[in-house]
C-alpha cells in the first residue's frame, strides 16, 4: 500500500483507497451509498472569516448527482460586502478532494468545501479561495516553482477554575497534565482535524494561562505540515470550525483573538512557507539559506506593511504588536530569532545523525533533513482572512523574485540580535517599523495595492473593501488612548473576542 495512504485517518481515503485529490463524483456518490450517509453539508467562507454551511438531505441518486454536478444558489450579499443586493446571486460548487465525515453531526453527513462561481459560471473575481488560487498560479508563472505554507493556530480555551495543580503564570509552554489542563481536548480536536484531511505535525500547550474571576485562560497550538498554499488555508478554515465546535460541545469557550488582556500572551497565526520545485525543498543551498529563500524574504520585507491588512484585521491585533514581547513591531528578519518579523527556524541543517546519537542501536538513517527548512512570518493573528492573508504572503514571496535589489534588501534587514536589548537600540533605529492600528494598515495597502493587483491577484474591489473595513474602526490613536485603562481594554477585548 502506498504509505502516503497507509494509516490515513480520513475515512474516505481509507474507503476509496486513493488519495483525496483524487476524489471524483463517482467515489462522493459511492461512499455516500455505502456508508449510509444520509445529508451533504456545503461550507464556504465568508466576508467575515467564517464558514457557512448549507444542509442538503439526500432525497435519492437523482438529487445528489444533481447537487453534487450543479452545486446551489445562495445570496452573495449576505457573505460579502462587495456585493449589491441587486446582482447577489452566485453558486457554490463543491471540491469533492475536500470531502470528510462531519464528527459532530448526528445523522451521518458528508462536508465539503465550496469554491463560488458568478452568473456567467466563472470563478468570482474576488472570492477569498480563488484569490488564493490566482496568487499561487502567478507565483508559479513567475518563478516555475510552487508556493507551499502551514499554520501555527493558537488559542486559548476557557473553564471555571479547578483550583488542581495551578499552572505557572505564562509558563505553560509545552505543559504536561495535570498542570495544562486541556490536552485531551486538544488532541481530540487534532484528531477530528486529521480525520477531515489536516496534515497536523503537533500540538502543545502554549506560554499563556492566568486565572481571572474563577476563570481559568489557557492557550494551546496546533501546528501543521507544510502543503500546497491552498490545501493549507482549507485546512486551518476546518480546524478552526472543529475546534469551535468541539468546545461547545463540551462546554468550554474559545477565542483566536489576538490579545484578551494586558500583560498576558496575545494568540498569533504564524505561517511557515517553502518553495518548491520538482518536488524539493528550494530553501537551502549547501546547508545554508538559499538566494531563493532571501528573494523570498526580500519581498515580505517590502510588503510587510500592507501584510498586516490581511493578517491584523481588527484594533486589538496592534495591541498584541507592541515593543518587547514575543510578537514583532519592526520589519527585519533573521536565524532561531524571535524578535523579528521573518525568523528562519532550526532547520536540521547539522550533518550529524541525531537518531543514532540518542538510539546506538539504529543504523545510519540518511533521512533528507532539508525538506524541512521553512520562513516563518510572525506578525499574524487569529482575526486575519486566511486566504487573504497567505495569497498576501504569495504575492510578497513572488514580488521578491521581481525585486532587482531583492538580494541587497535581504542584506540590510538581517538582524542577528534580540533588537529589543538596550545594547541593540541603534540597530533598532535603523528598522522601518509595522503598522500600529488597523487605520495605519488601511494606508500602507493603500501605497501598496499595485503589487496586489498584479497578474489579476486581488480585485480592486477587494482592496478596496479591505481598507473601507480597516478605516472604519477609526482607531488611529486607540492603543495611546486607553493605554492602562484595563476597563476600556475588555470592552474591546469582548467586542471583538470571536473575529475570524
Known sequence: MNKELEMNPNKLVAFLGKPCKEFTKAD???????????????????GDGRLKTLNFVINNIAYLDAILTCGERVDGSSLFPFIEAGSSDLYVLPRFSTAFLDPFAE?????????????????????????LRKACRAFHEVTGMDFQAMGELEYYVIAP???????????????????????????????????????????????????????????????FLPVNAEDAADQLMIAKWIIRNLAYEMGYDITF????????????????????????????????????????????????????????????????????QEAPTNIC????????LVRVPLG?????????IANPLEAESNYDTTQKQT????????????????????VACRHGFEMENALDMAEKTYVNVNIHQKENADRLKDLAQLPDSCEASADCLEKQRAVFEEHNVFSPAMIDGIIRKLRSYGDKTLRADINGNQEEMLKLVNRFFHCG
Open 161 to 223: 477554575d479547578t483550583e488542581m495543580f495551578p499552572a505557572t503564570d505564562q509558563k505553560g509552554y509545552h505543559e504536561s497534565a495535570p498542570y495544562a489542563k486541556f490536552n485531551e481536548f486538544r488532541t481530540q480536536c487534532m484528531a477530528y482535524i486529521a480525520q477531515a484531511g489536516g496534515q497536523i505535525k503537533y500540538g502543545h500547550s502554549e506560554v499563556g494561562n492566568f486565572t481571572i474571576d474563577g476563570m481559568i485562560y489557557e492557550q494551546n497550538e496546533i501546528e
Open 348 to 356: 536540521w541543517a547539522a550533518k550529524s545523525d541525531m537518531c543514532k
Open 375 to 394: 520562513v516563518e512570518m510572525r506578525s499574524p493573528d487569529g482575526s486575519a482572512d486566511i486566504y487573504q492573508l497567505i495569497a498576501g504572503l504569495a
Open 107 to 131: 445523522i451521518p453527513t458528508l462536508s465539503m468545501l465550496c469554491s463560488y462561481f458568478n452568473k456567467d459560471g466563472e470563478p468570482l473575481e474576488s472570492s477569498p479561495e480563488n484569490t
Open 257 to 324: 483573538a489576538p490579545k484578551i488582556t494586558a500583560g498576558k500572551a496575545g494568540s498569533g497565526l504564524h505561517i511557515h512557507m517553502r518553495i518548491v520545485k520538482d518536488g524539493q525543498n528550494q530553501m537551502l543551498d549547501g546547508g545554508v539559506l538559499s538566494a531563493t529563500a532571501r528573494r523570498a524574504i526580500a519581498g515580505m520585507m517590502e510588503l510587510a506593511p500592507s501584510i498586516t491588512a490581511f493578517g491584523n484585521t481588527n484594533p486589538t491585533s496592534y495591541f498584541r504588536l507592541v515593543p518587547h
Open 28 to 46: 462522493i456518490i459511492r461512499f455516500i451509498q455505502e456508508n449510509g450517509v444520509r445529508m451533504v453539508n456545503f461550507m464556504y467562507p465568508a
Open 333 to 340: 528578519w533573521g536565524d532561531r530569532n524571535r524578535s523579528v
